[in-house]
């Protein structure tokens, strides 16, 4: 068991999920260091915590490694207790591989895989010096399955992944203090759709409009809800977490259909997003 406990570190805490992590952790007693490139957003959570924590914050962009190794530093020196850190920074590109640039591909993948890497290296020397610490490292049940349409950000939540466990056996191998948990969300209800980039190949406005309006039609889990989820996974040292039970669904029909799973989850999705 990990005691939720000291200090926590959360990247992406201006919104959604980060936020709702952000505001949970501080009523079990956590102290918090945010960060987030939307600094009145920042501010604006800074203050609904209030006084009764200890709260710092930073402008970061994940996406620059620079900021990463200052937002860690500044993070251990306010927050000595620090012993858990939270890379839940990232962004969505809504096209086909054909359909999206390199460009465009390079800077989901500075902030969705390798902002979760540079957060891991930054925070790791310090975490081993704690008695117990935690890991937390944002995947995406689009880490599990790889629907079309979503090959930039599939791929790097596969990474994520992948890197994810790799590292836990190597922790855990080397008897180290931190554990470290994945999270694999299903469809959680951010503005991650509508902050979606568009692939400069895509022309149709109304193809965006449709694909937000199926995300937030699908999307039946609460930010608070995916808090608390997370939450529950850092005190039972899980090392997968799945969020809702679109999630669970679908990891459990890759299982049983790995390499042909996508056409009945299509029929399945198609139905969700009409509420049917």
Request: with cysteine; charged share 20%.
């Amino acid at each position: 068991m990990t005691t939720i406990r000291g200090a926590a570190a959360i990247t992406g805490a201006a919104s959604g999920i980060g936020r709702a992590l952000a505001l949970e952790l501080a009523q079990r007693g956590c102290d918090l260091a945010l960060a987030d490139r939307d600094e009145a957003g920042l501010k604006a959570l800074a203050a609904e915590i209030g006084t009764t924590r200890k709260v710092s914050v930073h402008r970061v962009d994940v996406g620059e490694p620079a900021d990463t190794v200052r937002f860690a530093s500044e993070a251990t020196t306010a927050h000595p207790t620090l012993g858990i850190v939270v890379n839940n920074a990232g962004v969505a590109l809504m096209g086909s591989f054909e359909e999206i640039d390199q460009a465009q591909m390079d800077w989901l993948f500075d902030i969705n895989f390798w902002g979760v890497v540079h957060g891991t290296r930054a925070f790791l020397p310090h975490l081993k010096t704690r008695p117990e610490a935690h890991l937390v490292n944002l995947s995406s049940i689009f880490g599990i399955i790889a629907p079309p349409g979503q090959s930039a950000y599939a791929a790097a939540k596969f990474a994520v992944r992948g890197f994810s466990e790799s590292l836990r056996h190597e922790l855990s191998a080397a008897g180290s203090p931190v554990k470290l948990s994945v999270v694999h969300p299903g469809g959680v209800a951010t503005a991650i759709a509508r902050n979606a980039r568009t692939g400069v190949g895509v022309t149709d406005n109304a193809r965006r409009a449709q694909s937000i309006e199926r995300f937030e039609n699908a999307a039946k889990t609460t930010p608070k809800d995916a808090a608390l989820r997370i939450i529950r996974g850092i005190e039972k040292n899980e090392p997968r977490i799945l969020i809702g039970n679109d999630a669970r669904f679908m990891d459990l029909l890759q299982r049983f259909r790995p390499g042909t799973y996508w056409a009945p989850l299509q029929r399945r999705l198609e139905r969700m997003a009409k509420g049917t």
